[in-house]
C-alpha cells in the first residue's frame, strides 16, 4: 500500500486589479448608497479589472507572489489548477494559458469549477496529488473577473462582487514545514443551483438560441436563501473542522468574504471569536474563487498565523458547494 505523503503549503501570493470601485460610484448608477451598501453588505470598496485585462493576467501576478513565496521555478511545477468561475474562454482552461506564460513545460494543467468554493476544490485537487506521490510541486490558484459579469442596473447584485486572484504552491511537507494539510471536506448539493446562477451563455442556451437574452447573461442570486444557506454553512464547516481540538489551539478562521452580516451571524451560532476570522470583504468584497486565497495571503504577510497554530479555510458558493480545509502552521 502506497504511503499518504505529508503535503503543505510553501508559499502563497494574492493580486488585486488596481481600478478601485468604491460605494459613491455605484450610487451613480443605481438607487443606492455608501451607507446603505456598508450597513447590508460591510463592503465599501472593490477591485474591477481594466479594459483589456484578463483572468489570466491576475492568476500570473498571485502565481508569481506565490512562487517567489515558496522558493520555486516554473520549472519545479508538475501541475497547475485554477478554480474559476470567469475564464478568460469557454475553452482552453486559464489554467492552460498560465502554464505557458510561465513557461512551465512539465506541468499539467486544468481548471475546476465550483464558483465560491473554487480555490478549496483545487486546493484539495494539488494535495491529493501530492499526498499519492503523483506530484511533488502544485499552483493551485483561484481568480475571477466577475466584474464582467454584473447587470450594473441590478443594485442587489452588482454591488457585491470583486476581481482579484489568490494562489498557494503545495510540495511535501518536508520540504517546507509549514500550512500541512490535516482534513478536508466537499460538498454539493446542486438542488439549489438556481440560488446563484447566470440563466444563459452556456450550452443550455448559447449566444446564437433563439432564447437568448443578453439581459440575462449576468450573475443572479436570491438573497434570503443565499443567506440562509452561507450561515448554515460558514458555521457548520467551523465547528466541524474544530472538532476535538482546543479553541487556544485555533490561530485564525479564514471564509469566504461573502457579507459581514452572514459571517457575523455564522460567529454567533458558534459563540466564535471574531477576533480569530480574517475580513477583508470592505476593501474586496465578493470576490468569490480569490476571496479565500486573497485573504489566507494576507493574514500570512500581515503576520496574522502563528507557527504551530491551526487554520480553518471554508468556502460555498453556486452549485450549491461547499468546502474547508484544516491547516497546521
Request: proline share 3%; aromatic share 6%.
Amino acid at each position: 500500500m502506497t504511503e499518504i505523503v505529508r503535503v503543505g503549503i510553501a508559499g502563497t501570493g494574492s493580486y488585486a486589479p488596481e481600478r478601485v470601485m468604491k460605494n459613491d460610484d455605484f450610487a451613480k448608477l443605481v438607487d443606492t448608497s455608501d451607507e446603505w451598501i456598508v450597513q447590508r453588505t460591510g463592503i465599501r470598496e472593490r477591485r474591477f479589472v481594466s479594459e483589456g485585462e484578463n483572468n489570466s493576467d491576475l492568476c500570473m501576478k498571485a502565481a508569481a507572489a506565490a512562487m517567489e513565496a515558496a522558493g520555486v521555478g516554473p520549472e519545479d511545477l508538475d501541475l497547475i489548477v485554477v478554480g474559476t468561475l470567469t475564464p478568460d474562454y469557454l475553452m482552453p482552461s486559464v489554467a492552460c494559458l498560465v502554464q505557458d506564460r510561465l513557461g512551465a513545460k512539465k506541468a499539467g494543467a486544468f481548471d475546476v469549477a465550483a464558483a465560491c468554493t473554487g480555490f478549496l476544490t483545487a486546493l484539495h485537487t494539488g494535495e491529493a496529488f501530492v499526498g499519492a506521490g503523483r506530484a511533488k510541486c502544485v499552483l493551485v490558484i483561484g481568480a475571477e473577473t466577475l466584474s464582467r459579469y454584473l447587470n450594473m442596473q441590478d443594485r442587489t447584485s452588482c454591488i457585491l462582487f470583486g476581481d482579484g486572484a489568490g494562489a498557494a504552491v503545495l510540495r511535501p511537507w518536508e520540504q517546507c514545514e509549514q500550512g500541512e494539510v490535516l482534513r478536508t471536506i466537499l460538498g454539493a448539493d446542486g438542488s439549489g443551483f438556481e440560488f446563484i446562477h447566470i440563466p444563459v451563455g452556456g450550452a443550455a442556451i448559447p449566444h446564437n438560441h433563439p432564447d437568448y437574452d443578453r439581459d440575462q447573461h449576468f450573475i443572479t442570486l436570491r438573497g434570503r436563501e443565499v443567506f440562509r444557506f452561507a450561515v448554515t454553512k460558514m458555521s457548520g464547516l467551523i465547528a466541524e473542522l474544530t472538532e476535538g481540538l482546543d479553541r487556544e489551539e485555533v490561530g485564525l478562521v479564514v471564509p469566504h468574504q461573502v457579507n459581514q452580516r452572514i459571517i457575523d451571524s455564522a460567529l454567533e451560532r458558534i459563540d466564535w471569536d471574531p477576533e480569530k476570522v480574517i475580513v477583508n470583504i470592505d476593501r474586496y468584497g465578493n470576490t468569490s474563487a480569490a476571496s479565500v486565497p486573497l485573504a489566507l495571503d494576507e493574514a500570512l504577510r500581515g503576520g496574522r498565523i502563528e507557527k504551530g497554530k491551526h487554520v480553518v479555510l471554508v468556502a460555498f458558493g453556486a452549485g450549491l458547494t461547499w468546502g474547508g480545509t484544516l491547516l497546521r502552521w
